[in-house]
């Protein structure tokens, strides 16, 4: 089975220049933007969009109510729900850096 790759964006320095952002935070902000974004067009689940945002569900769900994003429940959320109701998930999932 073939693994995948990181996928890469490229954004032109002008525009990255332009961010009202500090240097440090353009890259977690950028990310946060697009999670959010994907999210709310419906192009990623919630766990996927936390991943990317690289955010707690905690977190992400707080991001999305203050963006006044609705949340979807749907096959994808139900799974991962039942998989954290059995203890199944990682650690790694509520300790991602907010």
Do not use: W
């Not at 006044?68 to 954290?84: N, S």
């Amino acid at each position: 089975m073939a693994h995948s790759k990181d996928v890469q964006l490229s954004i032109p320095h002008s525009v990255a220049d332009a961010l009202a952002l500090p240097e440090g935070r353009k890259k977690e902000e950028l990310q946060r933007e697009l999670a959010v974004s994907l999210y709310r067009e419906d192009m990623l689940s919630f766990g996927k969009a936390r991943e990317l945002a690289e955010m707690s569900k905690q977190a992400f769900g707080q991001l999305l109510g203050d963006r006044g994003v609705e949340r979807h429940y749907g096959p994808d959320e139900l799974t991962e729900d039942l998989r954290y109701a059995k203890g199944e998930d990682s650690p790694h999932d509520e300790e991602v850096a907010e």
